[in-house]
Nanobody
């Protein structure tokens, strides 16, 4: 399994932007599908986006399209989540995840075998 470590999140004002990163080690990062999820208090973990090992294919939850962008840098074994026009409802713990399979139907937490520890993002007015 991969070991994944997310960057520190933080407090952001509504309308602002934040980029999260996730550094991977322990397996061949370049052959892994990488994903981002989030979990707000009292809610289930929610899929945001995933990117194929080649970096040429991505898929997003419909509700995340437009404001969130996933990317990766295989030379740095790092995946990124750029978040723009943040809203208070984006407040959550954000997790990166990894798995060997790439399929746009794989959006459940159980579809990913490796997880980071999560990082808190808080968006305030």
């Amino acid at each position: 399994q991969a070991q994944l470590v997310e960057s520190r999140g933080g407090l952001v004002q509504a309308g602002g932007s934040l980029r999260l990163s996730c550094a991977a080690s322990g397996r061949t990062f370049s052959s892994s599908t990488m994903g981002w999820f989030r979990q707000a208090p009292g809610k289930e973990r929610e899929f945001i986006a995933a990117i194929k090992w080649s970096g040429r294919s991505t898929y997003y939850a419909d509700s995340m399209k437009g404001r969130f962008t996933i990317s990766r840098d295989d030379a740095r074994n790092t995946v990124y989540l750029q978040m723009n026009s943040l809203k208070p409802e984006d407040t959550a713990v954000y997790y990166c995840a990894a798995d060997s399979w790439y399929d746009s139907s794989r959006t459940k937490p159980s579809d990913f075998g490796s997880w980071g520890q999560g990082t808190q993002v808080t968006v305030s007015w």
